[in-house]
């Protein structure tokens, strides 16, 4: 039985409730076959988790951290004060103000520590698998002509889109 990879990509979330929204990212990393893991881990109710998951992150071999949380959301913040990997943090549409809290928590950061923040909700979920995928393929040729030929096909399709 072949030896599964090590993952390159973690995909954290503060809740198992935010799983709708990231199994969206999961599903980008996947379709370019990008090994990660998927866990739930809160900088709020777990922050020794938190904590011990971002300052073991790169001797694992972990080479981008995706974290998205909702409300105060301070998940990726607090993973990115732990480790220099790149953090792309995903705000979660929240119940009461519609991820705005998420979005501001999440971007709001001090100079010193960054998060590179997406969109609330599924594109955003999207778009940083998307992110740590062009990150990798600096360094990996087969990835970069994936990503390449996943904007081709993108482009292709909107292209023959037909109106009513
Ligand atoms: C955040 O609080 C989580 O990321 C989630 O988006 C939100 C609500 O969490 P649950 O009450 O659904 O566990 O920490």
Same mark, same amino acid.
């Given at each position: 039985?072949?030896?599964? #990879? %090590? ?33 739930? /881990? ?19 071999? =972990?080479? $981008?951290?995706?974290?998205? +949380?909702?409300? +105060? ?13 790149? $953090? =792309? ?10 991820? =705005? ?13 960054? /998060? ?5 909700? %599924? ?5 940083? +698998?998307?992110?740590? $995928?062009? $990150? ?9 002509? #994936? =990503? ?8 292709? #399709? ?7």
């Amino acid at each position: 039985m072949a030896a599964a #990879k %090590k993952p390159l990509v973690g995909v954290l979330m503060g809740s198992k409730s935010d799983w709708d929204t990231m199994q969206h990212a999961a599903a980008t990393l996947a379709r370019f076959q990008v090994a990660h893991e998927c866990r739930v /881990v809160s900088a709020h109710r777990t922050p020794q988790a938190a904590a011990d998951y971002a300052q073991g992150a790169a001797a694992r071999g =972990l080479e $981008v951290v995706i974290a998205a +949380a909702g409300g +105060a959301a301070h998940l990726a913040g607090v993973l990115a004060a732990w480790t220099t990997l790149p $953090v =792309l943090g995903v705000p979660i549409e929240s119940a009461s103000l519609k991820g =705005l809290d998420s979005l501001l928590s999440t971007v709001q950061m001090p100079g010193g520590i960054p /998060v590179a923040t997406f969109a609330i909700g %599924k594109p955003g979920a999207i778009n940083a +698998a998307l992110f740590a $995928v062009a $990150v990798l393929a600096l360094s990996d040729p087969g990835l970069a002509e #994936k =990503l390449a030929e996943f904007r081709r096909e993108q482009a292709a #399709k909107v292209l023959a889109e037909k109106l009513p």
